[in-house]
């Protein structure tokens, strides 16, 4: 690998790092700004492993958007969503 494909590599990591980090601080603004409520994550807390796995395999593939490209670009829907 030659010297540009190492910047270009280092650069992209560091991006990718500031990226998540700028992810990691929305979150925390957003909880800073809407809490959740206890009922929001007592569920979870309450039940066993077993059970949060069936009750996850009950839903998947239930609810969809219409689009195709969600995972490809989750960040761009999701914000679209929100918009809305």
Known sequence: MNRSALIRQALERHLKHLRELELEEQDRR????????????????????????????????????????????????LAEAFRQ
């Open 30 to 77: 957003g909880y800073l700004a809407k809490p959740q409520r206890e009922e929001e994550f007592r569920i979870w807390e309450d039940t066993g492993r077993e059970e949060r796995i069936e009750r996850a395999a009950k839903v998947a593939g239930k609810f969809s958007s219409g689009r195709a490209d969600v995972s490809a670009n989750h960040d761009k829907c």
